[in-house]
């Protein structure tokens, strides 16, 4: 059933004066190769951001391990560089924690489809309200290039020694099943349309996952900027948007089984495509109780007093917990 209740208000903008594009950049070293799909990812998401006004004190990044994990190094914002595969545990742990922070969770296609594919369906489940972004290549390219999750059946990079062995997942129907309630897919190289995204990803009200087509020059010599671009069919780019098809992802009534089930179908029949065509933009869109509301449901000071704004010490400094009776039951004898 929809809900009434507004977004929180992690997404204000900043009180004092209108930030610039450079307060969202870290003025740090980057490491990535020279061509990397990761440099638009990274430009669209400070530019976005930036157009959000998202104060970066109230903002934080998280990533998993691989070349995408360095991201949060980059981006003025709270910074947390978690675990492999692990990503959406941390980031939806401070979200419940903190319900007034924005959460904007990064990886790789072998972070969060790979070793993390148990957190991304169970994070589904959930719905809380952040965003997930997977710079999805095809390749695990900060370990040299082995196949990951995205990869097809029977394609061979030239880091791979023989054709992969293993089908490629597709992540979109996977989100659609496990109930992300917003799906998208951009492209690393249309920056502008993937700022777009993201931010339409942030201000969604629920668990967004935006997948990135991401190239990476270094280990997959299959996907690269020139066959997105279609520079092997007289330059006819094979991504294209959905919004120029006329297609509409989104579910108006929720409660309207009929209306989910056909925007579902639509949404997988689209998320198929691939090959000369490969569509990027919103496939789906619903709007649903977060885990944060279903929370307050039960916690009815829960949004209130959340567990970041409760006291854990007295005025004098004694920890406001007192766990020597949980250590006199641990004892052991
Ligand atoms: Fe980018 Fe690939 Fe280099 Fe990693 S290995 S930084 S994904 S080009």
Known sequence: MASETPKPAAAKPAASAKLQLKDYKEDVHNDWCPGCGDFGILNALQMALHELQLAPHKTAVFSGIGCSGKTPHYVKAYGIHTLHGRVMPFAQGAKLANPEMEIVAVGGDGDGYGIGAGHFMAAGRRNVDMAYIVFDNGVYGLTKGQASPTLKYGLKTKSLPAPNILDGVNPLALALSAGYTWIGRGYAYDIKGLKELMKKAVLHKGLALLDVLQPCPTYNNLHTKDWYGGADRNNQPRVYTLAEK???????????????????????????????????????????????????????????????????????????????????????L
């Open 246 to 332: 006329g297609y509409d992802g989104r579910v108006r009534d929720p409660t309207n089984h009929d209306e989910v089930l056909a925007k579902k179908a639509q949404a997988f029949a689209k998320s198929e495509e691939w090959g000369d065509a490969i569509p990027i933009g919103v496939f789906y869109e619903v709007e649903l109780p977060t885990y944060e509301e279903r929370l307050a449901s039960r916690i009815p000071d829960y949004l209130e007093n959340p567990p970041a704004k409760r006291a854990i010490g007295d005025a004098q400094g004694k920890p406001a917990t007192d766990i020597r009776h949980l250590i006199e039951d641990l004892r052991v």
